[in-house]
């Protein structure tokens, strides 16, 4: 447990290939189902100050209650992912936190001297945050709000993984319209 954060809700691998990734997971680690996005609908995304349109595809799991983020970029916009491959890097390259409280938990955060570096939205209530703090590989810390239909996907998800019999391996992420 962190005393800034709270409990790691989410680990975040950057990966070349991630329908490759999803198959090693499901099938050798036993890990899904997998729920994928080819092109998660990011708004108002920002890096480091400028806007830009991101394209990346996402699978998501969980083992226990940690869930596993997939993340495979698929344009050169700037990100901290693509920071991360173009240092040599795969693999894990943050830890997330989850909020209901986004406003106060950045405030605070910032408060203790964390600078946001890469921010933007999914669906209502699901903002997100990841902060300047890459001192080696895997060591982004992301603050994620899970207050709207992001939060209800994610549940979603988690009691999917509870009793997942290996079949079905890769699905489709719920639409959050929905949720």
Do not use: C
């Amino acid at each position: 447990m962190s005393r800034f954060f709270g409990e790691i809700r989410q680990a975040g691998y950057v990966v070349h290939d991630i329908e490759a990734a999803m198959d090693h997971w499901s099938r050798v680690l036993g890990v899904g189902p997998w729920f994928y996005n080819e092109r998660v609908p990011v708004e108002h995304y920002r890096y480091r100050g400028q806007s830009y349109e991101i394209h990346n595809s996402v699978a998501l799991a969980n083992s226990g209650a940690l869930q596993v983020e997939l993340i495979q970029t698929r344009n050169d916009a700037p990100s901290m992912y693509r920071d991360f491959l173009a240092a040599g890097h795969t693999g894990l390259q943050h830890n997330a936190y989850w909020t209901t409280n986004f406003d106060a938990d950045l405030a605070r955060l910032e408060r203790h001297g964390f600078r946001v570096a890469m921010s933007g939205e999914v669906g209502q209530n699901g903002r997100f945050v990841y902060f300047d703090t890459e001192a080696h590989p895997g060591t982004v810390i992301e603050l994620s709000e899970v207050a709207g239909p992001k939060g209800k996907m994610f549940d979603l998800i988690r009691a999917a993984s509870l009793d997942w019999d290996g079949r079905d391996p890769v699905r489709p992420f719920p639409d959050l319209n929905t949720l």
